[in-house]
C-alpha cells in the first residue's frame, strides 16, 4: 500500500499532466515534509522556468487539478510556490489500521525483482579479523536483509582471499622453522605472527624471496604438498571467521565463500577473451586494458594489469572473473561490492573494464558500496596501544563484558535471561552505532555513547521495543489482538506518531535503492521519539474505551515496526530489558 509520498506524488503528477500536458505525467513533484502542512511540493519552481510562467501560478494551476479531497484536509500555496498539504487525520488512522492488518507492514515487494550479488565481508585467510572488516560485514548483512525482504533473489558473496604472493611466503616460512607439520596446533593468531615473520624476511633476504616466488608457482600449479599446508591455513582460518560471523548474528555461513582460489582456472580463459576483444595492450611487458578517462597525475592513461610480466595473474584478473560469473553463472542483474572507500578507483577501473568486455550493460549494474574508516578518540584509525589493528574478537569481548555490566546494573532478570539480553544488547550497540552513520563516513568509535540507553543507538531502540511489550503484560492483552482494533486519533501526539508510522515502506524501499542503511537506522530513532512524546501525552492503560483500545492498537504498531526495522539491520530484539 502507499505512503502519503507516494500517493501524493501519484496524484500531483495527474495534476500536473491535466494542466499542462501528458508529458508531465513522470515529473517529480517533488515532495519533501513541510513545517506548515504534513508535506510540501516543491515542483512549481523548477517548472514555472521550464513553462515560462510565475512559479505562483503554475503551483494554482497545479492545486486547481489535484485530486486529493480524500486523503488532505487543507491545501495551499504559500511563499513563492510551495504546495502544502495537510493529511486528514481519518486518512491516516485508516492507512495505519491497514498497516497493522499486514503482515508485511504494507511494505510492498520490489518491481521489478531482480537477482542481486552482495559481496561483502572478504577476510584475509591467514590472518585475524580486525576492526575494519566489522563495517564491510553488517552493512553488506543489513543491505542483504532489506534487498531480500524486498522479493529480490539476493546472493551472498564472501570473496575471502586466500590465494597469491602472501601464501607462498607463509608456507616457505612454515617450512622453514618447521611448523609445516603442526597444522593442528596452530591458532589464526599464530598464522598472524608467522605471516608479519615472513614478511620481514621477504623483504630483506633475497633468498627467501626467491624461494616464496617459486612456492607461489608450486601452489598455482597444484604441487600436493603446498596445496596440503595451504588447505590446513584455510581450515584454521574459516574457524575463525565461523566464529565470528555465529557471534555477530550475521547470515554468512560456508556456501556464500567464493574464495580468489575459485577463480584460478578460469582466469587463462578471461584474459583470452579479453584479448579476443581486443582490450589488452601490452605495457612494460604486462598485459593492460586501459578503460577510457582514468588518468594519473601525468595526464597519462591509467592501466589495469590483468597479467604482470612475470605471467602471473592477481587481484584484478580475480574481480574481473568474478563480475563475469555473477553475470553469466549466477545471472545477477545487480552487483553490490561493500568495500572500504581506499577501493574506489579500483571498482571503478573494473568496472568499465567490464562493461568494455560486454560483461555489464544497460540490464546490468555494478555499485561499490564504499564506506569509512573507524576513528579512535584521537581522529586517527582505532589501533591498540601497540599500533597494530584491533581484533575483531576483542572487540566483541569487550563489547559483551560492557553490556553484561550494563544490563546487570538495570534490572532484576534472572542470570540466564540476564547473559542473552547483554548479548543481544552488545552486539545491536555495535551494529546499530556503525549502521547509523552515513555510509561514506569515517566514524569515532565511542563505547559510552554507543551502549547508551539514551539518543540515537542500538539499546535506545531495543528497550522502547520492551517498554512496549510490558505494557501489554501489564494490560493482560495479547499485542496481536489488540492489533484488530479502530485507531482514532484525537490528540496531535496520537496523530504525529501514526503519520510516522506510515513511512516505513518508503525507507525501506530508499535503503535498497541508495544502499544506505543510516537512513533506516534515522528513521526507527525518529519512530522511537514520536512513540515516546505519545506515551507521556497520552495515558493508555488508563484511557477510557473505545481510546484505550485505539492507543494499544498504536502501541503494537509501533513494536513491529521497530522490530522489523531493527531485523533487517540484523538486530535482535529481547523480549525484556
Known amino acids: 500500500m502507499p505512503d502519503p509520498k507516494s500517493e501524493l506524488t501519484r496524484r500531483f503528477r495527474a495534476a500536473m499532466a491535466a494542466a499542462f500536458g501528458d508529458e508531465l505525467a513522470d515529473t517529480d513533484p517533488l515532495i519533501r515534509p513541510s513545517s506548515f502542512g504534513d508535506l510540501q511540493a516543491n515542483v512549481a519552481m523548477s517548472l514555472a522556468k521550464q513553462l515560462g510562467r510565475p512559479p505562483r501560478e503554475v503551483a494554482g494551476a497545479i492545486v ?95 570473496h ?68 596440503a599446508l595451504w588447505r590446513q591455513l584455510v581450515d584454521e582460518s574459516m574457524r575463525h571467521f565461523r566464529a565470528i560471523y555465529e557471534r555477530l548474528g550475521v547470515l554468512l555461513n560456508d556456501d556464500d565463500i567464493d574464495a580468489e582460489s575459485r577463480y584460478n582456472p578460469v582466469l587463462p580463459e578471461v584474459v583470452a577473451e579479453l584479448e579476443a576483444k581486443g582490450l589488452l595492450e601490452e605495457s612494460r611487458g604486462a598485459l593492460c586494458v586501459f578503460p577510457p578517462g582514468f588518468t594519473g597525475r601525468d595526464g597519462e592513461r591509467l592501466p589495469l594489469i590483468v597479467r604482470n610480466s612475470l605471467g602471473a595473474y592477481n587481484y584484478v584478473t580475480t574481480d574481473l572473473a568474478a563480475v563475469r560469473k555473477r553475470v553469466r553463472e549466477l545471472g545477477a542483474t545487480r552487483l553490490v561490492y561493500v568495500v572500504g572507500s581506499p577501493q574506489a578507483l579500483h571498482f571503478s577501473m573494473v ?140 490528540e496531535p501526539a496520537e496523530r504525529a506518531l501514526a503519520l510516522k508510522l506510515l513511512g516505513l ?38 484511557a477510557d474505551q473505545p481510546v484505550r483500545e485505539s492507543r494499544l492498537a498504536l502501541c503494537s504498531l509501533v513494536a513491529r515496526s521497530l522490530t522489523l526495522g531493527l531485523d533487517l539491520l540484523g538486530i535482535q530484539v529481547p523480549e525484556r530489558m
Open 351 to 490: 568496472f568499465a573494464a567490464s562493461a568494455m568486455a560486454c560483461w555489464l550493460d544497460e540490464d546490468h549494474r555494478a555499485e561499490h558500496a564504499q564506506f569509512g574508516s573507524v576513528l579512535g578518540a584521537d581522529g586517527k584509525m582505532l589501533r591498540t596501544r601497540s599500533g597494530d589493528p584491533i581484533k575483531l574478537i576483542d572487540l566483541l569481548d569487550e563489547a559483551d563484558q560492557r553490556a553484561a555490566k550494563i544490563v546487570e546494573d538495570r534490572g532484576e532478570l534472572d542470570a540466564t535471561t540476564r547473559s542473552a539480553v547483554a548479548r543481544a544488547v552488545a552486539m545491536g550497540a555495535l551494529k546499530y552505532f556503525d549502521l547509523s552513520f552515513q555510509r561514506e563516513r569515517d566514524y569515532v568509535f565511542d563505547w559510552d555513547r554507543m551502549l547508551s540507553f539514551d539518543g540515537n543507538t542500538g539499546p535506545y531502540l531495543q528497550y522502547a521495543v520492551t517498554r512496549i511489550h510490558s505494557i501489554f503484560r501489564r494490560a493482560g492483552v495479547d499485542p496481536a489482538a489488540a492489533a484488530t482494533a479502530r485507531i482514532v486519533l484525537a
Open 64 to 158: 486547481e487539478r489535484l485530486d486529493a479531497g480524500d486523503l488532505s484536509e487543507r491545501v495551499e500555496v504559500s511563499g513563492p510556490g510551495f504546495v502544502n498539504v495537510t493529511l486528514r487525520s481519518d486518512w491516516i488512522a485508516g492507512q495505519a489500521e491497514k498497516l497493522a492488518a499486514d503482515e508485511r507492514l504494507g511494505i510492498a515487494l520490489a518491481d521489478p525483482l531482480e537477482t542481486v550479488v552482495v559481496d561483502y565481508s572478504a577476510p584475509n585467510v591467514a590472518k585475524e579479523m580486525h576492526v575494519g572488516h566489522l563495517r564491510s560485514t553488517v552493512i553488506g548483512d543489513a543491505l542483504t536483509r532489506v534487498l531480500g525482504f524486498l522479493g529480490h533473489r539476493v546472493i551472498r558473496q564472501n
Open 160 to 227: 575471502i582471499g586466500d590465494w597469491g604472493a602472501p601464501f607462498g611466503m607463509l608456507i616457505e616460512h612454515l617450512i622453514d622453522v618447521g611448523a609445516a607439520d603442526a597444522g593442528a596446533d596452530w591458532s589464526v593468531g599464530d598464522l598472524n605472527l608467522f605471516y608479519q615473520q615472513a614478511r620481514e624476511k621477504f623483504d630483506s633476504d633475497p633468498d627467501f624471496a626467491g624461494r616464496a616466488r617459486r612456492r607461489v608457482v608450486a601452489l598455482q600449479t597444484g604441487e600436493e604438498a603446498t596445496l
Open 505 to 542: 515502506g518508503e525507507v525501506v524501499a530508499a535503503v535498497a535503492e541508495t544502499l544506505e542503511p543510516h537512513r533506516l537506522c534515522t528513521y526507527l530513532f525518529e519512530l522511537a521519539t514520536a512513540f515516546t512524546d505519545f506515551y507521556e501525552a497520552c495515558p493508555v492503560l488508563q
